[in-house]
Protein backbone atom coordinates (compact mmCIF):
# COMPACT_ATOMS: atom_id res chain seq x y z
CA UNK A 1 0.00 0.00 0.00
CA UNK A 2 1.04 3.54 -0.45
CA UNK A 3 0.74 5.83 2.76
CA UNK A 4 1.19 9.80 3.00
CA UNK A 5 1.22 12.19 6.11
CA UNK A 6 1.02 15.69 6.31
CA UNK A 7 0.17 18.45 8.74
CA UNK A 8 -0.30 22.34 8.80
CA UNK A 9 -1.17 25.42 10.93
CA UNK A 10 -4.43 26.65 10.99
CA UNK A 11 -4.01 28.86 13.73
CA UNK A 12 -5.84 32.44 12.74
CA UNK A 13 -3.78 35.53 12.76
CA UNK A 14 -6.01 37.71 13.81
CA UNK A 15 -8.57 38.04 16.49
CA UNK A 16 -11.62 36.15 15.66
CA UNK A 17 -15.12 35.05 17.41
CA UNK A 18 -14.77 31.73 19.32
CA UNK A 19 -17.44 28.70 19.21
CA UNK A 20 -18.36 27.08 22.15
CA UNK A 21 -18.83 28.47 24.93
CA UNK A 22 -22.21 30.48 25.34
CA UNK A 23 -21.05 33.15 27.74
CA UNK A 24 -17.91 34.84 25.49
CA UNK A 25 -19.06 38.19 24.42
CA UNK A 26 -15.67 39.06 22.30
CA UNK A 27 -13.56 37.93 20.27
CA UNK A 28 -10.46 35.88 21.26
CA UNK A 29 -7.48 37.90 23.19
CA UNK A 30 -4.65 35.17 22.01
CA UNK A 31 -3.21 31.75 21.57
CA UNK A 32 -1.96 29.60 24.18
CA UNK A 33 -1.13 27.47 21.61
CA UNK A 34 -1.53 26.36 18.19
CA UNK A 35 -3.80 25.25 15.91
CA UNK A 36 -3.46 22.52 13.54
CA UNK A 37 -4.58 20.32 10.78
CA UNK A 38 -3.38 16.85 9.42
CA UNK A 39 -4.09 14.25 6.43
CA UNK A 40 -3.33 10.84 6.36
CA UNK A 41 -3.52 9.46 2.92
CA UNK A 42 -4.38 5.50 2.55
CA UNK A 43 -3.97 3.54 -0.75
CA UNK A 44 -4.55 -0.46 -0.73
CA UNK A 45 -5.01 -2.41 -3.93
CA UNK A 46 -8.45 -0.64 -4.99
CA UNK A 47 -9.37 1.60 -2.89
CA UNK A 48 -7.98 4.70 -0.85
CA UNK A 49 -9.01 6.69 2.10
CA UNK A 50 -7.67 10.29 2.94
CA UNK A 51 -8.28 10.93 6.69
CA UNK A 52 -8.47 14.98 7.61
CA UNK A 53 -7.88 16.24 11.38
CA UNK A 54 -8.41 19.95 12.62
CA UNK A 55 -8.01 22.35 15.69
CA UNK A 56 -11.86 22.49 15.89
CA UNK A 57 -15.04 21.99 17.48
CA UNK A 58 -16.40 20.41 14.15
CA UNK A 59 -18.39 21.45 11.21
CA UNK A 60 -22.07 22.11 9.96
CA UNK A 61 -22.98 19.55 7.61
CA UNK A 62 -22.83 21.71 4.42
CA UNK A 63 -19.72 23.44 5.10
CA UNK A 64 -18.49 19.72 5.66
CA UNK A 65 -19.78 18.95 2.34
CA UNK A 66 -17.82 21.89 0.55
CA UNK A 67 -14.73 21.06 2.20
CA UNK A 68 -15.17 17.66 0.93
CA UNK A 69 -16.19 18.47 -2.58
CA UNK A 70 -13.30 20.90 -2.85
CA UNK A 71 -10.24 18.91 -1.84
CA UNK A 72 -12.11 15.76 -4.37
CA UNK A 73 -11.70 18.78 -7.02
CA UNK A 74 -8.39 18.94 -6.39
CA UNK A 75 -7.09 15.60 -5.52
CA UNK A 76 -9.14 13.46 -7.85
CA UNK A 77 -10.64 11.68 -4.34
CA UNK A 78 -14.71 11.12 -4.75
CA UNK A 79 -16.05 12.55 -1.22
CA UNK A 80 -17.44 9.01 -0.26
CA UNK A 81 -13.11 8.46 0.07
CA UNK A 82 -12.47 11.81 2.74
CA UNK A 83 -13.06 12.15 5.61
CA UNK A 84 -13.40 14.93 7.88
CA UNK A 85 -12.82 15.08 11.46
CA UNK A 86 -12.19 17.11 14.59
CA UNK A 87 -10.58 17.66 17.87
CA UNK A 88 -13.93 19.74 19.28
CA UNK A 89 -11.78 21.61 21.25
CA UNK A 90 -13.93 24.71 22.88
CA UNK A 91 -11.38 27.20 21.82
CA UNK A 92 -11.13 27.27 18.37
CA UNK A 93 -12.75 29.67 15.69
CA UNK A 94 -16.77 30.13 15.14
CA UNK A 95 -16.07 28.11 11.66
CA UNK A 96 -19.87 27.21 11.03
CA UNK A 97 -23.61 27.96 12.10
CA UNK A 98 -24.57 27.87 15.13
CA UNK A 99 -26.60 29.28 17.71
CA UNK A 100 -23.56 30.28 19.78
CA UNK A 101 -22.57 34.48 20.36
CA UNK A 102 -21.05 36.28 17.77
CA UNK A 103 -20.80 35.45 14.12
CA UNK A 104 -19.29 32.83 11.80
CA UNK A 105 -15.74 33.97 10.33
CA UNK A 106 -16.90 33.09 7.06
CA UNK A 107 -12.39 34.62 6.35
CA UNK A 108 -11.52 32.01 8.10
CA UNK A 109 -13.54 29.38 7.16
CA UNK A 110 -12.38 29.84 3.62
CA UNK A 111 -8.69 30.17 4.64
CA UNK A 112 -9.17 26.45 6.38
CA UNK A 113 -10.68 25.56 3.23
CA UNK A 114 -7.37 26.18 1.21
CA UNK A 115 -5.30 24.57 4.07
CA UNK A 116 -7.30 21.30 4.22
CA UNK A 117 -7.16 21.42 0.33
CA UNK A 118 -3.35 21.98 0.75
CA UNK A 119 -2.96 19.24 3.26
CA UNK A 120 -4.42 16.58 1.40
CA UNK A 121 -2.58 17.22 -1.71
CA UNK A 122 1.05 17.11 0.41
CA UNK A 123 0.07 13.95 2.30
CA UNK A 124 -1.14 12.39 -1.64
CA UNK A 125 1.79 13.98 -3.27
CA UNK A 126 4.32 13.15 -0.61
CA UNK A 127 2.96 9.18 -0.25
CA UNK A 128 5.38 6.33 -0.49
CA UNK A 129 5.30 2.58 -0.44
CA UNK A 130 4.51 1.46 3.39
CA UNK A 131 2.27 -0.01 6.27
CA UNK A 132 -0.05 1.24 9.15
CA UNK A 133 0.58 -0.59 12.63
CA UNK A 134 -1.83 -0.19 15.50
CA UNK A 135 -1.79 -0.14 19.09
CA UNK A 136 -4.37 0.08 22.37
CA UNK A 137 -3.33 1.51 24.99
CA UNK A 138 -5.80 2.21 28.13
CA UNK A 139 -6.05 6.28 29.76
CA UNK A 140 -7.65 6.98 32.91
CA UNK A 141 -7.93 10.70 31.48
CA UNK A 142 -11.80 11.90 31.62
CA UNK A 143 -14.73 11.06 33.38
CA UNK A 144 -18.65 10.49 32.46
CA UNK A 145 -20.68 13.75 33.66
CA UNK A 146 -24.41 12.86 33.78
CA UNK A 147 -24.64 12.14 37.71
CA UNK A 148 -28.17 10.49 38.17
CA UNK A 149 -29.82 12.66 41.07
CA UNK A 150 -31.66 9.94 42.33
CA UNK A 151 -34.92 11.51 41.48
CA UNK A 152 -34.92 10.39 37.87
CA UNK A 153 -32.95 13.27 36.79
CA UNK A 154 -28.96 13.82 35.92
CA UNK A 155 -26.93 16.15 37.33
CA UNK A 156 -24.26 17.89 35.05
CA UNK A 157 -21.60 16.67 37.48
CA UNK A 158 -18.51 13.57 37.51
CA UNK A 159 -19.81 10.22 37.50
CA UNK A 160 -16.99 8.29 37.72
CA UNK A 161 -18.98 5.02 37.64
CA UNK A 162 -21.07 5.96 34.56
CA UNK A 163 -20.26 4.57 30.95
CA UNK A 164 -16.83 5.87 29.12
CA UNK A 165 -14.70 4.39 26.42
CA UNK A 166 -10.99 4.23 28.24
CA UNK A 167 -9.56 2.96 24.97
CA UNK A 168 -6.54 4.62 24.00
CA UNK A 169 -6.04 3.93 19.90
CA UNK A 170 -2.90 5.22 17.82
CA UNK A 171 -2.27 4.39 14.27
CA UNK A 172 1.15 4.37 13.02
CA UNK A 173 1.94 5.14 9.68
CA UNK A 174 5.67 4.03 7.98
CA UNK A 175 6.73 4.75 4.97
CA UNK A 176 9.73 3.10 2.74
CA UNK A 177 12.54 1.61 5.34
CA UNK A 178 9.83 1.65 7.86
CA UNK A 179 10.54 4.77 8.78
CA UNK A 180 7.84 6.64 10.97
CA UNK A 181 5.47 9.20 9.09
CA UNK A 182 3.19 9.98 11.83
CA UNK A 183 0.36 9.01 13.88
CA UNK A 184 -2.97 9.52 14.41
CA UNK A 185 -4.39 9.03 17.74
CA UNK A 186 -7.83 8.48 19.09
CA UNK A 187 -9.50 8.77 22.24
CA UNK A 188 -13.35 9.61 23.83
CA UNK A 189 -12.81 12.86 25.87
CA UNK A 190 -14.20 16.22 25.44
CA UNK A 191 -11.47 19.09 24.77
CA UNK A 192 -13.43 21.17 27.25
CA UNK A 193 -10.54 21.41 29.99
CA UNK A 194 -9.93 25.44 29.57
CA UNK A 195 -12.31 28.35 28.41
CA UNK A 196 -11.84 32.06 28.08
CA UNK A 197 -10.70 33.78 24.85
CA UNK A 198 -7.46 32.18 24.14
CA UNK A 199 -7.18 30.28 21.25
CA UNK A 200 -5.54 26.55 21.98
CA UNK A 201 -6.14 23.05 21.23
CA UNK A 202 -6.64 22.03 24.51
CA UNK A 203 -5.10 18.65 25.98
CA UNK A 204 -4.60 16.81 22.23
CA UNK A 205 -2.52 19.18 21.27
CA UNK A 206 -0.39 19.02 24.34
CA UNK A 207 -0.64 15.04 24.26
CA UNK A 208 0.32 15.80 19.69
CA UNK A 209 3.42 17.94 21.17
CA UNK A 210 4.71 15.55 23.12
CA UNK A 211 3.70 12.22 20.75
CA UNK A 212 6.01 14.23 18.22
CA UNK A 213 8.91 15.16 20.87
CA UNK A 214 8.67 11.26 21.00
CA UNK A 215 8.81 10.28 17.74
CA UNK A 216 10.03 13.29 15.32
CA UNK A 217 6.95 12.79 13.60
CA UNK A 218 3.76 14.41 13.22
CA UNK A 219 0.76 13.30 15.24
CA UNK A 220 -2.92 13.70 15.25
CA UNK A 221 -5.68 13.54 16.70
CA UNK A 222 -9.34 12.85 16.10
CA UNK A 223 -11.81 12.26 19.26
CA UNK A 224 -13.92 9.30 19.78
CA UNK A 225 -17.74 9.19 21.59
CA UNK A 226 -17.01 11.53 23.91
CA UNK A 227 -20.45 13.27 23.79
CA UNK A 228 -20.92 12.27 27.84
CA UNK A 229 -17.42 12.56 28.99
CA UNK A 230 -15.18 15.64 29.87
CA UNK A 231 -11.83 16.30 31.87
CA UNK A 232 -12.17 15.84 35.19
CA UNK A 233 -8.86 17.03 37.56
CA UNK A 234 -10.37 15.88 40.71
CA UNK A 235 -10.28 17.34 44.10
CA UNK A 236 -12.78 18.84 45.87
CA UNK A 237 -16.04 19.28 45.62
CA UNK A 238 -16.09 16.25 43.67
CA UNK A 239 -19.31 17.32 42.30
CA UNK A 240 -17.81 20.15 40.28
CA UNK A 241 -15.22 20.52 37.11
CA UNK A 242 -12.36 22.64 38.09
CA UNK A 243 -9.85 24.77 35.89
CA UNK A 244 -6.64 23.87 35.15
CA UNK A 245 -4.23 26.15 34.69
CA UNK A 246 -2.45 25.62 31.53
CA UNK A 247 0.50 23.83 33.74
CA UNK A 248 -1.30 21.11 34.90
CA UNK A 249 -3.37 21.00 31.48
CA UNK A 250 0.15 20.13 29.64
CA UNK A 251 1.03 18.30 32.43
CA UNK A 252 -2.24 15.97 31.29
CA UNK A 253 -1.18 15.53 27.40
CA UNK A 254 1.97 14.41 28.41
CA UNK A 255 0.67 11.69 30.69
CA UNK A 256 -1.62 10.86 27.71
CA UNK A 257 1.28 10.66 25.49
CA UNK A 258 3.32 8.18 27.56
CA UNK A 259 0.25 6.25 27.72
CA UNK A 260 0.18 6.11 23.72
CA UNK A 261 4.01 5.00 23.74
CA UNK A 262 3.76 2.61 27.24
CA UNK A 263 0.27 1.08 24.34
CA UNK A 264 3.20 0.87 21.21
CA UNK A 265 4.79 -2.05 23.32
CA UNK A 266 1.97 -4.05 21.98
CA UNK A 267 1.68 -2.58 18.57
CA UNK A 268 -0.10 -4.96 15.82
CA UNK A 269 0.34 -4.38 11.78
CA UNK A 270 -2.60 -4.00 9.92
CA UNK A 271 -2.89 -5.50 6.68
CA UNK A 272 -4.52 -2.94 4.56
CA UNK A 273 -4.16 -4.25 0.92
CA UNK A 274 -7.74 -4.74 0.50
CA UNK A 275 -8.61 -1.32 2.47
CA UNK A 276 -12.57 -0.10 1.29
CA UNK A 277 -14.32 2.81 1.88
CA UNK A 278 -17.67 3.66 2.02
CA UNK A 279 -20.40 6.15 3.70
CA UNK A 280 -24.22 5.69 4.07
CA UNK A 281 -27.15 8.47 5.28
CA UNK A 282 -29.83 7.77 7.12
CA UNK A 283 -32.47 10.08 8.68
CA UNK A 284 -32.35 10.15 12.66
CA UNK A 285 -36.12 10.76 13.89
CA UNK A 286 -37.18 13.70 16.27
CA UNK A 287 -39.14 14.05 18.81
CA UNK A 288 -42.33 15.68 19.16
CA UNK A 289 -42.03 19.56 17.94
CA UNK A 290 -43.59 22.30 19.18
CA UNK A 291 -46.24 23.90 17.28
CA UNK A 292 -46.31 27.52 16.30
CA UNK A 293 -48.08 29.09 19.84
CA UNK A 294 -45.76 27.06 22.16
CA UNK A 295 -42.55 28.46 19.75
CA UNK A 296 -44.22 31.95 19.76
CA UNK A 297 -44.32 31.71 23.98
CA UNK A 298 -40.36 30.62 23.71
CA UNK A 299 -39.82 33.26 21.38
CA UNK A 300 -41.09 35.85 23.91
CA UNK A 301 -39.25 34.52 26.94
CA UNK A 302 -35.99 35.42 28.43
CA UNK A 303 -33.58 33.25 27.42
CA UNK A 304 -31.39 35.16 24.49
CA UNK A 305 -30.54 31.19 22.74
CA UNK A 306 -34.10 29.73 23.15
CA UNK A 307 -35.32 33.17 21.83
CA UNK A 308 -33.37 32.99 18.58
CA UNK A 309 -33.94 29.62 18.14
CA UNK A 310 -37.58 29.77 18.15
CA UNK A 311 -37.67 33.05 15.77
CA UNK A 312 -35.21 30.30 13.67
CA UNK A 313 -38.12 27.77 13.67
CA UNK A 314 -41.08 30.16 13.31
CA UNK A 315 -38.83 31.55 10.30
CA UNK A 316 -38.78 27.91 8.73
CA UNK A 317 -42.25 27.32 9.50
CA UNK A 318 -43.75 30.64 7.32
CA UNK A 319 -42.25 28.05 3.95
CA UNK A 320 -43.99 25.14 5.48
CA UNK A 321 -43.61 21.84 8.44
CA UNK A 322 -40.18 21.47 9.91
CA UNK A 323 -37.94 18.42 9.20
CA UNK A 324 -39.31 14.91 10.83
CA UNK A 325 -35.75 13.64 10.65
CA UNK A 326 -32.18 14.64 10.84
CA UNK A 327 -30.01 13.56 8.14
CA UNK A 328 -26.93 11.50 9.83
CA UNK A 329 -23.88 10.42 7.96
CA UNK A 330 -21.64 7.63 8.79
CA UNK A 331 -18.11 6.34 6.87
CA UNK A 332 -16.23 3.36 7.40
CA UNK A 333 -13.15 2.53 6.43
CA UNK A 334 -12.37 -1.50 6.17
CA UNK A 335 -8.90 -2.36 6.21
CA UNK A 336 -9.33 -6.13 6.52
CA UNK A 337 -11.70 -8.88 7.74
CA UNK A 338 -10.41 -7.92 11.51
CA UNK A 339 -9.80 -4.03 11.74
CA UNK A 340 -12.12 -1.09 10.85
CA UNK A 341 -12.78 2.29 11.78
CA UNK A 342 -16.42 3.54 12.34
CA UNK A 343 -16.76 8.00 11.43
CA UNK A 344 -19.77 9.22 13.13
CA UNK A 345 -21.35 12.71 12.69
CA UNK A 346 -22.81 14.16 15.79
CA UNK A 347 -21.52 14.45 19.47
CA UNK A 348 -22.10 10.84 20.07
CA UNK A 349 -22.37 9.54 23.77
CA UNK A 350 -19.96 6.72 24.78
CA UNK A 351 -22.45 4.03 25.11
CA UNK A 352 -23.36 3.96 21.65
CA UNK A 353 -19.35 3.47 20.65
CA UNK A 354 -19.66 0.82 23.30
CA UNK A 355 -22.05 -0.52 21.53
CA UNK A 356 -20.81 -0.25 17.94
CA UNK A 357 -17.60 -2.00 19.09
CA UNK A 358 -19.93 -4.75 21.08
CA UNK A 359 -21.69 -5.67 18.15
CA UNK A 360 -18.58 -5.76 15.90
CA UNK A 361 -16.64 -7.98 18.21
CA UNK A 362 -14.19 -10.42 17.70
CA UNK A 363 -12.84 -7.43 14.88
CA UNK A 364 -11.23 -4.98 16.23
CA UNK A 365 -13.30 -1.38 15.65
CA UNK A 366 -12.24 2.05 16.56
CA UNK A 367 -15.26 4.28 16.79
CA UNK A 368 -14.63 8.26 15.71
CA UNK A 369 -17.32 10.55 16.13
CA UNK A 370 -17.33 14.77 15.85
CA UNK A 371 -16.60 13.49 11.50
CA UNK A 372 -17.92 15.28 8.60
CA UNK A 373 -21.21 17.24 10.25
CA UNK A 374 -21.55 18.03 13.69
CA UNK A 375 -25.50 17.63 13.64
CA UNK A 376 -26.29 17.83 17.25
CA UNK A 377 -25.93 15.91 20.71
CA UNK A 378 -26.38 12.09 19.63
CA UNK A 379 -27.93 10.22 23.11
CA UNK A 380 -27.92 6.51 23.81
CA UNK A 381 -31.02 4.79 24.54
CA UNK A 382 -30.05 4.78 28.16
CA UNK A 383 -29.79 8.14 28.31
CA UNK A 384 -32.91 9.40 26.70
CA UNK A 385 -35.48 8.78 29.59
CA UNK A 386 -32.88 10.70 32.22
CA UNK A 387 -32.90 13.49 30.18
CA UNK A 388 -30.48 16.51 30.58
CA UNK A 389 -28.55 18.64 28.64
CA UNK A 390 -27.39 16.07 25.86
CA UNK A 391 -30.84 14.63 25.89
CA UNK A 392 -33.21 17.69 26.13
CA UNK A 393 -31.32 21.02 26.19
CA UNK A 394 -28.73 20.75 23.88
CA UNK A 395 -30.86 20.98 20.16
CA UNK A 396 -31.36 25.13 20.45
CA UNK A 397 -27.75 25.35 19.89
CA UNK A 398 -27.34 22.87 17.00
CA UNK A 399 -30.59 24.89 15.43
CA UNK A 400 -32.34 21.48 15.29
CA UNK A 401 -36.53 21.37 15.75
CA UNK A 402 -36.83 19.19 18.70
CA UNK A 403 -34.63 16.48 20.78
CA UNK A 404 -33.91 13.04 18.66
CA UNK A 405 -36.40 9.69 19.93
CA UNK A 406 -34.95 7.04 21.94
CA UNK A 407 -34.39 4.29 19.37
CA UNK A 408 -31.91 6.57 17.15
CA UNK A 409 -28.66 4.12 19.24
CA UNK A 410 -30.63 1.05 17.58
CA UNK A 411 -30.87 2.65 14.02
CA UNK A 412 -27.51 3.85 13.92
CA UNK A 413 -26.01 0.16 15.02
CA UNK A 414 -28.22 -1.10 12.29
CA UNK A 415 -26.85 0.85 9.85
CA UNK A 416 -23.09 0.46 10.76
CA UNK A 417 -23.46 -3.39 10.59
CA UNK A 418 -24.92 -3.10 6.91
CA UNK A 419 -22.08 -0.63 5.94
CA UNK A 420 -19.79 -2.83 7.78
CA UNK A 421 -20.94 -6.15 6.16
CA UNK A 422 -21.00 -4.49 2.13
CA UNK A 423 -17.79 -3.50 3.05
CA UNK A 424 -16.28 -6.91 3.86
Known sequence: MKVGVAQIDITPQVPVWMTGYANRDHKSEGAYAPLNAGAVYLQGASDGALILTADVIGYTAPYDAEVRQAIADVTGLLPRQIVLTATHTHCAPFLSQWNMPGEVELEYAAWLLERFQMAAMQAISQATSGRVGHSRGQSTFGVNRRRPDGK??????????????????????????????????????????????????????????????????????????????????????????????????????????????????????????????DHVFHGLPYDQRMNDEQLRATAAGEDPWLKAWADLMLSQRESGDLASHCPHEIQAIRFNDD???????????????????????????????????????????????????????????????????AEIESLIVTQIQALCQRLG
Open 152 to 277: GGILFAPHPEGPIDRDLDTLWFYGESDVLLGSLTIYACHPTSVGGYNIGPDYPGFLCRQLEADTAAPALFSTGCAGDVRPWFGGQPADEFPQPGLEELEAAGVTMAGEVIAGRSTEQAVEAQTLAV
Open 339 to 405: FQIVFLGGEVLSEIGLHIKQVLDPATTITVAYANGLIAYVPSANAHPLGGYEVDGSHHYFRRPARFT
